[in-house]
């Protein structure tokens, strides 16, 4: 089956501009991540949705960064205003479901869309 | 903060090597996955351990949860080309986290060489 996609894959903005990255999940997981990954360094956590609802933002690094799933399928991370400092790889993932109970969240990633601020 | 030290940054090595890689933290994590990311993907699941004490093996790599639920290891034997790669581990449902999000370490950079 398809796996997550992104577009565009790739992104160059001028400093100032707003930037949208879209995601498109697994077909029928519940659970959607957007990661941010610096140049040589690990994904770091930006938000997540379960459904269409957005149940943790505390990584979003400013108000300039703002992520939607109306439908509860298909994301996306919009970025206003940009700056150099966002320069990065913008990752998606997703998974089936997300238990607290269980402590198991297996996340299927996508292959990035990779923005550069100019 | 929770934090996840993967150890060693970087590794090179000749093909049929042995090496191993390490991730530790403070925190206790439910769930503790690896992942593998070639240059312009994105990261791809290898295993996840869940049981303290836990040993996964898949092919030639062996992954171990450590007993306390707080580190990993992975053990890769006769390394091949084919193995490059940055190697990430990512801890999940760790306590007093979110309980959604992976915390990811900075990974290790290994490269194979024939």
């Known amino acids: 089956g398809a796996g997550v996609s992104q577009s565009p894959r790739y992104k160059v903005a001028k400093r100032g501009q707003d930037v949208a990255l879209r995601c498109d999940p697994i077909?029928?997981?519940?659970?959607l991540f957007w990661y941010q990954q610096a140049l040589g360094q690990g994904p770091e956590f930006l938000t997540y949705?379960?459904?269409?609802?957005?149940?943790?933002k505390s990584g979003l690094p400013s108000d300039r960064f703002f992520a939607e799933r109306p439908e509860g399928s298909v994301s996306t991370l919009k970025i206003q205003r940009t700056q150099q400092e966002d320069s990065a790889v913008y990752l998606c993932a997703s998974s089936l479901f997300v238990s607290r109970l269980a402590g198991y969240n297996e996340q299927f990633f996508g292959p990035g869309t990779r923005l550069t601020v100019l | 903060t929770q934090l996840l030290e993967q150890s060693p940054q970087f590794l090179s090595i000749q093909e049929g090597e042995n090496l191993t890689v390490y991730c530790n933290s403070s925190s206790v994590f439910s769930s503790l996955q690896w992942y593998r990311q070639e240059p312009g993907e994105g990261p791809v699941l290898l295993v996840t351990?869940?049981?303290?004490?836990e040993v996964k093996k898949l092919k030639r790599l062996t992954f171990q949860f450590g007993d306390a639920r707080k580190d990993s290891s992975l053990h890769i034997t006769a390394a091949q080309p084919g193995d490059t790669g940055l190697y990430l581990c990512?801890?999940?449902?760790?306590?007093?986290?979110?309980?959604?999000?992976?915390?990811f370490g900075k990974g290790t950079k290994l490269s194979v060489k024939p």
């Open positions: 990512a801890g999940g449902g760790s306590d007093g986290g979110s309980q959604g999000n992976l915390i």
């Open positions: 077909s029928g997981h519940v659970s």
């Open positions: 351990v869940v049981t303290g004490g």
């Open positions: 949705f379960q459904n269409e609802a957005q149940l943790d």
